[in-house]
């Protein structure tokens, strides 16, 4: 019996991959555990391995194909004398399985109609398109060639070439001296990385997730962002810890939870969680020059969609400032990081109902531009704002507090904060579904508060 | 095991002299804002370092001008041995503006950027990474500074401390890890805390060289910590000295003390103490006389006071301080 091999999911968020080379060919004969190829994803180079034993009797697709879709057929593996009456019929190699697999990753960026507010650059500036992972990486290399003090250390972050490939390449370009793998050990290095910015360095510290810093968290409060005042404005420390927050996809409670509300309670933190590229680039590098410790919070699933990033020199975008994604009249919709993209597609939703709905994306949870949306709720009267963390004390209640005090009369409806759920992250497919907010969801409360 | 003490002999009478008189000064601090505690003008937490003097004060005889040192929330006696002013340690001891933390901080938490002196941590233990992470930036600056990580033997326990054990061994960093092994925990002695008799020993473990102190004998802990530094300034990594002290007041001014006796204390007092060492060695080899230490003592006196006096003096913070220093202002 002809058995097909499957395009393997190698990692938690990957839809698609590239087939990056073959390590058989057609007519060998391989047995379980033998390398047939290696495969590369939105992290890594990973090999694959045969399963079942048997002649390889067709490759379906060529190496170097990229997109390829996650349990699309990639070869076949006949069992030995038996003859390729199968390889009939998928002839074409390459492009048909790249065609299909490249929709849903196209799919889920086309239907946002950014138009960009607030962009205050010069005229005639170009535009590039990267992704958020390499606008991450741009940041990073950019702020490390002008300032000889700026280095990067967390786990896997050189030899590795990064859990999430963001800081692939880094390590050739500046050398173990500035690349730093750490062992696992959050606690300690991220008191080291304290301690050298005492000492007069700016750390850029990666946490895998931001699920491991809580084992770092006395560091980041206590010694990161309690100093300065301690010390009478003595002492600080300028440093950046930055990385995924927040759910991927299928990896269960501990490693699924959006810490935006935590930090941003603290005082003497900074809090950026960027939605695009430019905004991630634009940020990190003010980050990173900010002489405070800032938390800079990204989202695995973000990192590989592609967004347009001008391509200047030297681009960056202050903290403490939302940005306007688009205007409107109607109703107000805030959120931040990957909350922006339910916010985005109700947006779209709401106009082909004819509603007209402003979208601000805060970019910076501490300093918190409160005065953007409360300016945006005193022309729209109502507002729902939209995040993945949990319900209780969350960034969304306090958006509602804000608005109760500084734009109590304006309002024509209650403000409705729509959130993950309040439990642990389910693992099953479809519980984990559940507990994320849904752009569903957003539209019932945008709907409530309209009275439609 | 515990060091011999130092010889007696070509010791120059101006370092006993220095010695006296900083260890004098740390005591005689420390009483008075014992007092002050008690008189309700220094408030929250206040941890003595009355015992203990030899431990910094023979560290800061190894020193070097530029090399750094952090500790813990017990950090009067390392700010005075570091050159810090007593007017402006006694005036955050009471919150006040003249205070080096302009009353913000109180006695747990002080800096001095200019005498390189990093806090004043009270987490137990997390000063201990903040120190390898200086001495991280020396040696990436490298500007052949060292620094001292100062922690008792009850932050001895600490995970975080193996964590940063590890990575000061994989990189080399210029750090001389200081336990101050004062035997009792808070509460709960070293003995019922701590399953190795000699924590130093630990180092073992991540290639990391050390050895025991007597920290009553202020010769043999600067002789020590001189070892300790020639070896992190050569570039061969961390050096642990496990230096053997001990606390005569309790482990903050509400200790009740029931975990030891007053025998216990009276007889290190009387056999040990670190302050008469010095002034014996002064004595019997004829560097001095009884007059000359009590016109030291004299002036300590007089040092100590006029801190007292500046402290109670010193205004409180303006209300407006309550929201500065939140955050650093980007240099233009």
């Not at chain 1, 301690?195 to 206590?222: R, S, Y």
């Not at chain 1, 509603?355 to 507002?383: F, G, M, Q």
């Not at chain 2, 001389?176 to 630990?202: C, D, H, K, L, P």
């Not at chain 2, 530094?229 to 061969?236: K, P, W």
């Amino acid at each position: 019996m002809a058995i097909e091999i499957l395009m393997p999911a190698l990692s938690p968020t990957m839809e698609a991959g590239t087939l990056a080379k073959w390590l058989v060919a057609e007519g060998d004969k391989v047995n379980s555990g033998d390398i047939l190829a290696e495969i590369e994803t939105d992290k890594a180079t990973m090999e694959f391995e045969a399963v079942d034993e048997g002649i390889i009797g067709k490759l379906l697709i060529a190496e170097g194909t990229a997109n390829v879709a996650v349990n699309s057929a990639i070869a076949v593996l006949l069992d030995e004398g038996e003859s390729l009456s199968y390889a009939a019929s998928p002839a074409p190699v390459a492009s048909a399985a790249a065609q299909t697999a490249s929709e849903p990753t196209t799919a889920a960026q086309a239907p946002i109609t950014v138009q960009v507010v607030e962009h205050d650059l010069p005229v005639g500036t170009a535009f590039k398109s990267l992704t958020v992972r390499e606008a991450i990486r741009e940041a990073m290399s950019e702020e490390m060639r002008s300032d000889e003090t700026v280095y990067l250390m967390g786990e896997e972050v050189a030899e590795y070439q990064g859990a999430y490939k963001i800081s692939q390449g880094m390590l050739d370009e500046f050398g173990p001296k500035r690349v730093i793998d750490t062992p696992i050990t959050e606690h300690g290095f991220a008191g080291i990385a304290v301690g050298a910015a005492f000492g007069g360095l700016k750390p850029v510290v990666e946490f895998m997730t931001f699920n491991f810093a809580m084992q770092a968290m006395d560091h980041i409060i206590n010694s990161a962002a309690k100093t300065l005042y301690m010390s009478g404005g003595q002492m600080g420390a300028p440093m950046v810890f930055r990385g995924p927050n927040g759910a991927a996809a299928r990896v269960g409670a501990q490693h699924s939870q959006d810490y935006a509300a935590w930090y941003a309670h603290v005082p003497g933190l900074k809090v950026v969680m960027p939605y695009s590229a430019d905004d991630a680039k634009g940020l990190l590098k003010s980050a990173i020059r900010d002489p405070n410790p800032v938390i800079f919070l990204e989202n695995e699933i973000l990192y590989g969609q592609s967004f347009q990033v001008p391509d200047l020199p030297d681009y960056t975008v202050p903290l403490g400032k939302a940005r306007i994604w688009r205007e409107g009249n109607d109703i107000t919709l805030v959120s931040f990081g990957i909350g922006m993209k339910y916010a985005l597609e109700t947006a779209d939703q709401l106009a082909e109902m004819g509603v007209s709905a402003e979208v601000i994306d805060l970019r910076c949870l501490r300093p918190l531009d409160t005065d953007t949306v409360v300016n945006s709720v005193k022309k729209t009267n109502r507002c729902v704002t939209i995040e993945e963390g949990f319900p209780v004390c969350s960034i969304g209640s306090h958006i509602s507090s804000v608005l109760m005090h500084e734009a109590f009369d304006y309002l024509d409806g209650p403000v409705i904060t729509c959130t993950g759920k309040d439990v642990p992250m389910p693992y099953a497919a479809n519980l984990e579904k559940l507990a994320l907010v849904t752009t569903a969801e957003v539209m019932t409360a945008a709907k409530s508060v309209l009275y439609r | 095991m515990v060091a011999k003490r130092a010889s007696k002999a070509n010791i120059a009478k101006d370092n006993l002299l220095h010695y006296y008189r900083e260890m004098l000064l740390i005591r005689r601090f420390e009483e008075k804002a014992g007092q002050l505690y008690g008189m309700g003008l220094i408030g929250g937490f206040c941890h003595l370092y009355i015992g203990q003097e030899a431990v910094v004060v023979g560290l800061e005889a190894a020193a070097e001008k530029g090399d750094k040192r952090v500790t813990s929330y017990r950090d009067h006696g390392h700010m005075l041995a570091c050159g810090m002013e007593a007017n402006g340690v006694m005036a955050e001891l009471t919150g006040r503006s003249g205070g080096y933390s302009k009353g913000k901080g109180g006695s747990m938490h002080m800096f001095s950027k200019e005498k390189h002196f990093y806090g004043g941590h009270g987490i137990v233990g997390a000063q201990v990474p903040i120190g390898a992470g200086l001495a991280f930036a020396d040696k990436y600056l490298g500007n052949g500074r060292v620094t001292f990580a100062y922690f008792g033997d009850g932050a001895a326990n600490q995970g975080q401390v193996y964590e940063t054990f590890n990575m000061a061994a994989l990189w080399d960093l210029p750090v001389v890890f200081v336990i101050e092994n004062n035997q009792y925990a808070m509460g709960t002695s070293q003995q019922r805390s701590t399953s190795s008799a000699e924590i130093y020993e630990r180092g073992r473990a991540f290639g990391i060289p050390g050895e025991a102190v007597d920290g009553m004998d202020v010769l043999a802990v600067k002789a020590a910590g001189e070892t300790a530094v020639a070896h992190c300034r050569s570039g061969n990594g961390p050096y642990i000295l496990e230096i053997k002290t001990y606390r005569y007041r309790g482990h903050s001014m509400s200790d009740p003390a029931k975990y030891r006796t007053r025998e216990e204390v009276q007889k290190i007092r009387e056999e040990k103490d670190a302050i008469e060492h010095v002034r014996d060695l002064l004595l019997t080899g004829k560097h001095c006389t009884e007059e000359d230490l009590k016109a030291i003592d004299k002036d300590i006196k007089a040092v100590v006071n006029e801190s007292a006096e500046f402290a109670k003096q010193s205004p409180e913070p303006a209300l407006d301080e309550l929201w500065t220093d939140i955050y650093a202002q980007a240099e233009a």
